[in-house]
């Protein structure tokens, strides 16, 4: 039916194709690693693409050009900064617990990369369809701040410290509304699975036929993310004008790169899972009644809708960060404990309620 | 204070000399429970660059150049109180021209200086483009300085006597440019931060200070006038034709970071008022009064008070008849606006030490000199 | 009742400032020609340096290989720095006079504040402020600047 040969082709051909050479679990061995590899080369290149867009993003906002200066336009500059990382000594302080020191990066690292397993990119393109998709990475993204806590512990620095006790606060009260916010999708779609979620939203998405409670459900998310990702209005881990640079005010050279890869990570991570859950992951746009149009979104491959998506939010993240001040920390957990999860509370309620009686398109 | 023990739980951060927020070479000494801030104690001298002592040792019209560099955003209004001293000393006062051009001057520091100041506020306070945005317009006024004056921070272009040059002659059309655009993007600063729920929060009923506290501390400048205190040297001991313009002072008696705030935004209207009123009504004539090569002040004392955008500027020189001043000592505003730091950080957070230190809009060479 | 709809309302007045802020931020990222940077080294021939802008000191000299400075040393006491040092000579004229006359004009540019006062001070206006802002220099000696040109002469009074 489609024009071009779609990705699940490829990837059925190198599955057949392997089986066909090697023993089933040798070829099973070799498909873990280049699944691992594709994941890694994707984190990177999407990180090293976020950079740049953000830094391009935020000039544009500023009345300003953002990097000219390496390559046409400046797009070699995020990758000049990664060189410039790469070839820096990675200091550890004399006093620091070396070990944790040294291990912080990885957890942090580690975790981000696991919390990418379960997402559907497009049709049938995904590393394991796991039937608790949305609990695992919700379960595994929050222990980043293990990572977290680590690094500020280790430091021996009393601004690491802060920052790391801060992020530690935010992180564990934001993941209450976060799932909240997800629990809203599991239960109208009957599936913790992220396949499942995906087909669930054949028929529209969610925040178009969820009505009221999807959408609070959808702003809710798009908050605590932001806040569980550590970025501004909530970047109070690594509030510059107050703790300098927060958990990581010791680290250089490539281990800050790590934290940095890892907070770019969980951002792409993040904005996957609200595309997936609330945008209808790599589903087209579809609007019932029109065969034309939705014919006509057919044509546009899943894996287009879902990085589209997914751009969509890392945009309005970006774009947050780029205009609000930072909120203190009591006012940051007043936000969480006095609106997000009162009002998340009474969503799923009323979510309970429309899905049990089945009101949604 | 340096005697107390610290307790269990209780530490110490030394914020600075190096740190984002203190806006230069500040250290401050926190003594914290956690997240709140028991006690404070701010450490000067980083960038003690001995200006009185240098300024004995050089003549009366050489000396007003170090001045540029104390409180550096009101570089015109250090040199007016200088000239204004000496021109008190010698007993000559400067042509009308170059009283309004002051004037002018003078205003146009006190914006520039308080769109910096919000920039300022909003990176201390996380975000980052109003910075920009303030900037837009304080460049517009840095041309307009470096047109008329020859540079853009250190200006030295008011002398005792007078001012140096002549004004620039696109000087006017420039200036009314500057209004024009400025009226229209003022609006944006509401927009961006002034209206903005985060900053009300981080701001409204944060670092108060007592009109009491305010008054015993010798607070001045927009900070003591946002505690209710009438300070405005400006209405008060006019100078340089202050009495002639039509101008309000604004006043507020919250006394917290909101009020000082605001009172900032006002002080811009009014500064723009000043302005228009000044702008079609430079009078012609002499832009100077020669003075002799070298200025001997008759030995007495001189005493003379400005208000800076930041506070009250006073000059006091004391002259025993040579052609170099015997002390010159410069009573600065940030030195006793950093005062009322210690009693409203008390109980506060450490988010609350940089808005309270962005809204008292310290600069740190003119705690030091 | 009242406290019900104070807790809506302030997340009603949040929602709607933060967008206003972000319809400001939005409102500059789809309208590029307000940029206002400019991309220095390469715009350096439309580059605008008002005139008066303070540089450097130079002595101007004429076609002639002529210069106005008297050696007076005016400049020199009114420098508050001691970035200008005026080395004169005695010579001899051809009537048989003797005359101070401007040997070396010294100026350092590694102690000038920019501050203009030696210009404000020459009774001759033999001294100026030009328009050169790129100083750097990789050897600290060449900030050290002799302004008159070698075999340069004081300007005869009046031809």
């Given amino acids: 039916m489609q024009l071009s040969i779609s990705l699940l082709e490829i990837t059925r051909a190198i599955d057949s194709w392997l089986n066909s050479i090697f023993h089933p679990h040798v070829a099973f061995g070799i498909e873990l690693v280049l699944a691992g590899v594709a994941v890694i080369l994707l984190v990177v290149a999407m990180a090293v693409l976020m950079v740049y867009a953000e830094r391009k993003l935020a000039g544009f906002m500023q009345m300003r050009l953002g990097p000219m200066r390496v390559g046409k336009y400046g797009s070699m500059q995020a990758i000049a900064d990664v060189m410039k990382l790469l070839l820096k000594e990675c200091l550890v302080p004399t006093n620091s617990d070396k070990m944790m020191f040294k291990l912080a990066p990885f957890v942090v690292t580690v975790v981000s990369f696991m919390t990418i397993v379960p997402i559907a990119f497009a049709r049938g393109i995904q590393l394991w369809d796991i039937n608790i998709g949305v609990f695992y990475i919700t379960a ?25 006790m801060r992020s530690g606060a935010q992180i564990v009260s934001y993941e209450l509304s976060g799932g909240l916010a997800l629990i809203v999708v599991v239960m109208m779609s009957g599936t913790l699975s992220i396949s499942g ?165 | 204070m340096e005697t107390k023990d610290i307790k269990r739980d209780e530490f110490v951060i030394n914020v600075g000399p190096q740190h984002p927020s203190t806006h230069g070479v500040l250290r401050l000494e926190l003594w914290l429970d956690g997240e709140d801030i028991i006690d404070s104690k701010p450490h000067l001298g980083y960038i003690h660059r001995g200006i009185e002592k240098m300024s004995e040792a050089l003549g009366y019209k050489q000396f007003i150049y170090l001045t540029s560099r104390m409180d550096y ?16 000393g010698l007993q000559v006062e400067a042509p009308p021209r170059a009283q309004v051009i002051r004037v002018l001057m003078a205003e146009l520091s006190r914006l520039a200086s308080h769109q910096l100041w919000w920039g300022a506020l909003g990176l201390d306070l996380g975000a980052v483009s109003p910075f920009f945005y303030a900037f837009r317009e304080r460049e517009m006024i840095l041309e307009i300085f470096e047109e008329t004056c020859g540079s853009r921070l250190t200006m030295n272009y008011i002398t005792p006597g007078g001012v140096v040059n002549d004004l620039h002659p696109d000087f006017v059309k420039k200036v009314k440019k500057l209004i024009e ?179 008292l809009d310290l600069i740190i060479p003119d705690i030091d000199r | ?127 100026k402020m030009s328009n050169a802002f790129e100083h750097s220099v990789y050897d600290r000696k060449v900030l050290t600047k002799v302004l008159n040109q070698p075999g340069s002469k004081l300007k005869s009074a009046k031809k």
Avoid at chain 1, 315 to 328: A, C, E, G, M, N
Avoid at chain 2, 247 to 267: H, M, P, S, T
Wanted: charged content about 20%; overall charge neutral; some cysteine.
């Fill in chain 1, 140 to 164: 595994v993204s929050s222990l980043s701040v293990i990572g977290i806590l680590m690094a500020g512990w280790s430091s021996n620095n009393k601004y690491s410290l802060l920052g790391a």
């Fill in chain 2, 181 to 359: 655009q400025l009226k229209g993007n003022l609006h944006e600063y509401d927009q961006l931060l002034t209206g903005n729920a985060i900053l009300q929060a981080r701001t409204r009923g944060v670092g108060k200070l007592t009109a009491e506290d305010a008054i015993s501390l010798g607070c001045t400048g927009p900070v003591a006038r946002a505690s209710g205190v009438k300070c405005d040297v400006r209405k008060l001991h006019p100078y340089d034709g202050y009495d002639k313009v039509d101008f309000e002072e604004v006043l507020n008696d919250k006394g917290d970071n909101f009020a000082r705030y605001w009172l900032r935004i006002a002080e811009m209207e009014q500064s723009i008022r000043i302005i228009e009123q000044l702008i079609d009504n430079i009078p012609e004539g002499s832009y100077r009064e020669k003075l002799k090569g070298v200025v001997k002040l008759p030995a007495g004392e001189y005493y003379q008070r400005v208000e800076t955008a930041r506070g009250e500027l006073g000059v006091y020189i004391v002259s025993d008849g040579k052609k170099e001043p015997y002390r010159v000592r410069f009573r600065t505003p940030n030195f006793s606006n950093l005062n009322a730091l210690r009693p409203m950080l008390k109980g506060a957070k450490i988010g609350d030490m940089v808005s309270m230190m962005a809204t």
């Fill in chain 1, 197 to 361: 979620i995906v087909q669930a939203q054949a028929d529209g998405w969610w925040v178009i036929k969820g009505h009221i409670p999807v959408i609070i459900a959808f702003v809710t998310f798009i908050i605590t993310s932001t806040a569980e990702l550590n970025r501004a209005p909530f970047d109070l881990a690594e509030a510059e004008s107050e703790l300098t640079a927060g958990y990581h005010t010791e680290y250089s050279g490539m281990q800050f790169a790590m934290f940095f890869l890892s907070e770019y990570t969980n951002m792409f991570v993040l904005s996957m899972v609200a595309a997936t859950v609330f945008l209808g992951g790599w589903m087209p746009f579809h609007i019932a009644g029109l065969e034309g149009f939705n014919h006509f979104m057919d044509y546009i491959p899943g894996i287009v809708w879902f990085f589209g998506k997914t751009f969509f939010i890392l945009f309005l993240i970006v774009w947050f960060r780029w205009t609000f001040p930072r909120l203190r920390i009591d006012q940051l957990l007043k936000l969480e404990w006095k609106y997000l999860l009162p009002v998340s509370i009474i969503n799923v309620l009323f979510a309970a309620f429309i899905a049990l009686m089945g009101w949604y398109l």
């Fill in chain 2, 73 to 88: 955003l009101s570089a015109h209004m250090n040199n007016q109180a200088c000239s204004l001293a000496i021109e008190k």
């Fill in chain 3, 1 to 127: 009742m009242n406290s019900i709809y104070q807790y809506f309302r302030a997340i009603w007045y949040g929602f709607s400032s933060l967008w206003k802020g972000m319809m400001l931020t939005g409102h500059y990222l789809v309208h590029p020609k307000k940029i206002l940077t400019e991309q220095y080294p390469e715009n350096r021939d439309t580059l605008y340096i008002p005139d008066r802008f303070q540089g450097e000191v130079v002595l101007p000299h004429d076609e002639n290989n002529e210069h106005l400075c008297t050696g007076c040393t005016i400049c020199e006491m009114n420098c508050p720095n001691g970035s200008i040092k005026i080395i004169t000579q005695q010579v001899v004229t051809p009537e048989g006079k003797k005359k101070k006359e401007l040997d070396k004009w010294v100026y350092h540019l590694g102690l000038c504040t920019f501050c203009g006062q030696c210009i404000d001070a020459c009774p001759q206006d033999a001294i």
